[in-house]
């Protein structure tokens, strides 16, 4: 295991980037490492490596500087939805991440990134929601299979339970919570809307059925 991490970072060092962001590439290797462990005949390299991108992309989100000037919230946790959004990282990704998520550390990664991912929908101006593509495709990922929808109901879960201990302290609550960007101004409701009888999104975005 410890050959393998080495490979690992040595070839997503900055200066090795081939195409696209560090998240990009992370999530084509990740796709190529996850057809190799369904395929019966090859050895069970594809399984490990595929792991280990996993806990690599947590390991990335885990440093990301919340505080950063230029990148509100962090460049890579940005760059890692803008990823899921655009169909380069996918919810096999994820489901490995999850795997990978053993202390409350990695979880509280988990929950940022969630959080992040409804606060990118209230950042889309009410007067572009053309804008509103990536980030519900992103949410779409999020939300694509039932281990992650188990994660987010958990994560509501656990808030819930929060809020009865803050009392007074709701709005703050709000501010806090998972989905609290993406409802205080209706982003998540705006996921349904039409534009001139067609969708706003692609048919195969299932965010809607989800959340609205």
Same mark, same amino acid.
């Given at each position: 295991?410890?050959?393998?991490?080495? +490979?690992?970072?040595?070839?997503?060092?900055?200066?090795?980037?081939?195409?696209?962001?560090?998240?990009?590439?992370?999530?084509?290797?990740?796709?190529?490492?996850? =057809?190799?462990?369904?395929?019966?005949?090859?050895?069970?390299?594809?399984?490990?490596?595929?792991?280990? @991108?996993?806990?690599?992309?947590?390991a990335? &989100?885990?440093?990301? #500087?919340? $505080?950063? &000037?230029?990148?509100?919230?962090?460049?890579? %946790?940005?760059?890692?939805?803008?990823s899921?959004?655009? %169909?380069?990282?996918?919810?096999?990704? @994820?489901v #490995?991440?999850?795997?990978?998520?053993? /202390? $409350?550390?990695?979880?509280?990664v988990?929950?940022? +990134?969630?959080?992040? !991912?409804?606060?990118?929908?209230? /950042?889309?101006?009410?007067?572009?929601? $053309?804008?509103?593509?990536?980030?519900a495709? !992103?949410? /779409?990922?999020?939300?694509?299979?039932?281990? &992650? &929808? *188990?994660?987010?109901s958990?994560?509501? !879960? *656990? $808030?819930?339970?929060?809020?009865?201990s803050?009392? =007074?302290? =709701?709005?703050?609550? %709000?501010?806090?919570?998972?989905?609290?960007?993406?409802? =205080?101004?209706? *982003?998540? !409701?705006?996921?349904?809307?039409?534009?001139r009888?067609? *969708?706003?999104?692609?048919?195969?975005?299932?965010?809607?059925?989800?959340?609205?």
């Open positions: 295991d410890k050959v393998l991490d080495a +490979v690992v970072k040595s070839r997503f060092t900055s200066g090795r980037l081939k195409n696209g962001t560090l998240c990009d590439e992370l999530g084509a290797c990740h796709s190529r490492a996850v =057809s190799a462990s369904i395929d019966q005949h090859a050895p069970p390299l594809g399984t490990r490596v595929r792991r280990k @991108l996993a806990e690599y992309v947590l990335q &989100l885990e440093q990301d #500087d919340g $505080e950063d &000037l230029y990148f509100e919230g962090g460049r890579k %946790g940005g760059e890692f939805l803008d899921l959004g655009r %169909g380069k990282c996918t919810a096999a990704l @994820l #490995d991440m999850l795997d990978a998520t053993r /202390d $409350e550390r990695r979880a509280g988990w929950i940022e +990134v969630m959080k992040r !991912a409804f606060k990118a929908l209230h /950042d889309v101006p009410l007067d572009a929601v $053309e804008g509103l593509g990536v980030p495709k !992103a949410l /779409d990922v999020l939300t694509d299979q039932p281990r &992650l &929808l *188990s994660a987010l958990h994560a509501l !879960a *656990s $808030e819930a339970c929060d809020a009865q803050l009392g =007074s302290r =709701s709005a703050e609550m %709000g501010t806090r919570c998972v989905m609290g960007a993406g409802m =205080s101004r209706g *982003s998540v !409701a705006m996921l349904s809307r039409t534009n009888g067609g *969708s706003l999104l692609e048919s195969s975005c299932r965010a809607p059925e989800v959340f609205t």
